[in-house]
C-alpha cells in the first residue's frame, strides 16, 4: 500500500538554525498537509496546501515557516530560526480528494538545542 | 468552529475485556469523525472513519464506533483487547468532511494488562 515517507526520522539542530523536513506524499495525491506534536501534547494543525499554494494556516504557522512543493513528488517544511520551542514531532499528510482520509508519515522528531 | 474532547488521557484495560474509549465532538456543521492510533515511535494510522450512512462503521483490528448525533459522541471499542492494543488513541473531526484541516482530540493512551 502507498504510504508518506518522511526525511529524516530525527533531527537535531541548535537554535537560530533553519531546517527543512522533507516528506514524499502518496504519488496521486493532491492536497497536502504539516501538523506538529509537542511531547505529550495534542496534534496540531500547522498548515495545509493545494494547488501548489498555502490554503489554510494556523497561528502556529508564522514567517518563521514555510512550505514548498519543489517538483513533483517532495513537500517541504521549512523553519528558518528554530527555537527551543519548535521541538517537537512534525507529520506530514496527504489526502487524494476533499472526502477521504489523510494519510499520515512517521514524523520526523525535531529536537532544538 | 469545531473541538473533540476525548475523556480519559490513560485507560487500563485487561486483555480479553472490553474497550471504550470516549470522544465527544462539538461542530457548527455535519462533521466527519476520525480515530487515529499512534504506536510508539510511529505516526498516525488511521482506524475507522465516519462520513455519512451507517452511523455504526468498523475499522480495522476489531474496533468500532457509533455516531450518536444527539449525543454528539463519537466512541471507539472493541469487544475484546489485546496487548497489541496498547497505543495512543486521537479522535478528530473534520467539518463536512472537507479539504479542510482535521482538529484532534488531546488522545488517550490505552494500557492492556495481564
Known amino acids: 500500500e502507498p504510504e508518506v515517507t518522511q526525511t529524516p526520522s530525527h533531527q537535531v539542530t541548535q537554535m537560530g538554525q533553519e531546517v527543512i523536513l522533507r516528506c514524499v506524499p502518496i504519488s496521486n495525491h493532491l492536497y497536502f498537509y504539516w501538523y506538529r506534536q509537542i511531547l505529550g501534547q495534542k496534534v496540531e494543525f500547522l498548515v495545509s496546501f493545494y494547488n501548489n499554494e498555502i490554503s489554510e494556516k494556523s497561528e502556529i504557522f508564522d514567517d518563521q515557516f514555510s512550505v514548498e512543493r519543489p517538483d513533483g513528488s517532495n513537500f517541504t517544511l521549512k523553519i528558518r530560526s528554530t527555537k527551543l520551542e519548535d521541538s517537537a514531532m512534525y507529520f506530514c499528510a496527504s489526502m487524494s480528494e476533499g472526502r477521504s482520509p489523510l494519510h499520515f508519515g512517521n514524523g520526523t522528531r525535531l529536537t532544538v538545542t | 468552529a469545531q473541538s473533540v474532547t476525548q475523556l480519559g488521557s490513560h485507560v487500563s484495560v485487561s486483555e480479553g475485556a472490553l474497550v471504550l474509549l470516549r470522544c465527544n465532538y462539538s461542530s457548527s456543521v455535519p462533521p466527519y469523525l476520525f480515530w487515529y492510533v499512534q504506536y510508539p515511535n510511529q505516526g498516525l494510522q488511521l482506524l475507522l472513519k465516519?462520513?455519512?450512512?451507517?452511523?455504526l462503521v468498523k475499522g480495522i483490528n476489531g474496533f468500532e464506533a457509533e455516531f450518536k448525533k444527539s449525543e454528539t459522541s463519537f466512541h471507539l471499542t472493541k469487544p475484546s483487547a489485546h496487548m497489541s492494543d496498547a497505543a495512543e488513541y486521537f479522535c478528530a473531526v473534520n467539518p463536512t468532511g472537507t479539504a479542510s484541516k482535521l482538529t484532534f482530540g488531546t488522545g488517550t493512551r490505552l494500557q492492556v494488562t495481564l
Open positions: 465516519y462520513t455519512t450512512g451507517a452511523t
